[in-house]
T-cell receptor
């Protein structure tokens, strides 16, 4: 069973469209992080959300942490080909001694020019 | 360049062999993490070291072992290799024992034939 479920698994859109990808869990997380991974490279941290209900914006990317700290979403406005990549959410499940940063399987985004 | 250096970038070896993957963390980072990434399982946490000591262990096989040296570089040793061990192996580093966000290297692609 995957602790963090990401959806959709694959997404192909045209340049200029908006999109939202989701990261859900039945567990509470003390924080959630979003990474983007391009082929042949390691994941790169985009943002960390810590407080339930928190919204963070990074240019055309908007990240939201659910009120109950069990889910998060990433919204991209006016997608560009440079947004293409694998988007991963990751977090530390709440609880003492949890040092394992757990990753979802990711959403593979293709933005077609 | 993320500052985390992994060598080699590619490795092809036969079943039953042993290999060593090397990681130099970003300057100033004391924690090193090893992850395995495969198409069906996503990023799986293997092990964490902090300032030379093992801190957390994930689903790491007994055939695998790691260590962190006094200069903070780390090595992941994989022995009695099987076809199923073919994957991308990533090293990541962070400043503290528990950090909001890791810096990943570019990975080592291991192919077992």
């Amino acid at each position: 069973t995957q602790l963090l479920e990401q959806s959709p698994q694959f997404l192909s859109i045209q340049e200029g469209e908006n999109l939202t990808v989701y990261c859900n869990s039945s567990s509470v997380f003390s924080s959630l992080q979003w990474y983007r991974q391009e082929p042949g490279e390691g994941p790169v941290l985009l943002v960390t959300v810590v407080t339930g209900g928190e919204v963070k914006k990074l240019k055309r990317l908007t990240f939201q942490f659910g009120d109950a700290r069990k889910d998060s979403s990433l919204h991209i406005t006016a997608a560009q080909p440079g947004d293409t990549g694998l988007y991963l959410c990751a977090g530390y499940p709440s609880g003492a001694g949890s040092y394992q940063l757990t990753f979802g399987k990711g959403t593979k985004l293709s933005v077609i020019p | 360049d993320s500052g985390v250096t992994q060598t080699p970038k590619h490795l092809i070896t036969a079943t039953g062999q042993r290999v060593t993957l090397r990681c130099s963390p970003r300057s100033g980072d004391l924690s090193v993490y090893w992850y395995q990434q495969s198409l069906d399982q996503g990023l799986q946490f293997l092990i964490q070291y902090y300032n030379g000591e093992e801190r957390a262990k994930g689903n790491i096989l007994e055939r695998f072992s790691a260590q962190q040296f006094p200069d903070l570089h780390s090595e992941l040793n994989l022995s009695s290799l099987e076809l199923g061990d073919s994957a991308l192996y990533f090293c990541a580093s962070s400043p503290r024992e528990l950090s909001y966000g890791y810096t990943f290297g570019s990975g080592t692609r291991l192919t077992v034939v």
